[in-house]
């Protein structure tokens, strides 16, 4: 593993990201990192992965964890916390949670995701459509303020339409909430 101290969770990432990359699992990084590449900086202790669907055999990419010296735990989501997945971490307190599919999301998601290259390799995160529509289903403070940020910094380039569109998926409330967020933009 990359990881020698406390404060690398990126460097954790690119090692869980090397593992889904082997078992050919499709992933979009979310959370900070990619309210970062959208424009909405943030610092965060961890990273935040979203795999494709219901993977096959979670249990079996638990054990791929374990054996390449992750400390990983499957959860498979409560009323606190409903969304299934790993969290991982190492010896130094790195995290990364993965989790496994989202409600609402749309498969096409990991077809728009955006490449960036880091550390000798490419990265995939979540478009940035698909991360306010995501922010604004989530619904808390500092999503909304992740999600407010981003639309100021895409300009005229936001892709509106599919904004909504998206969020519409997540439900009314998630509408809602970027209809707020796209009136504040209009207001400035």
Do not use: C, W
């Amino acid at each position: 593993m990359r990881t020698t101290r406390s404060g690398e969770s990126l460097l954790l990432l690119l090692d869980a990201l090397d593992l889904l990359d082997k078992r050919k699992v499709q992933y979009a990084v979310i959370g900070a990192l990619a309210a970062s590449l959208h424009g909405a900086v943030r610092a965060s202790l961890d990273a935040d992965v979203l795999l494709f669907g219901a993977v096959p055999e979670t249990q079996n990419l638990e054990r791929d964890f374990q054996a390449a010296g992750f400390r990983a735990q499957l959860r498979l989501g409560d009323f606190e916390d409903p969304i299934p997945g790993f969290k991982l971490g190492d010896a130094y307190g790195n995290r990364v949670d993965l989790l496994v599919g989202l409600r609402g999301l749309e498969p096409q998601a990991f077809s728009r995701t955006v490449e960036v290259p880091l550390q000798g390799r490419t990265v995939r995160f979540i478009g940035r459509e698909d991360f306010i529509a995501m922010k604004a289903f989530a619904g808390g403070p500092l999503d909304l303020v992740d999600a407010g940020r981003t639309i100021l910094a895409a300009g005229p380039s936001l892709d509106i339409g599919l904004a909504r569109r998206l969020a519409n998926q997540y439900g009314p409330q998630a509408s809602e909430a970027l209809d707020r967020l796209l009136a504040g933009r209009s207001e400035r």
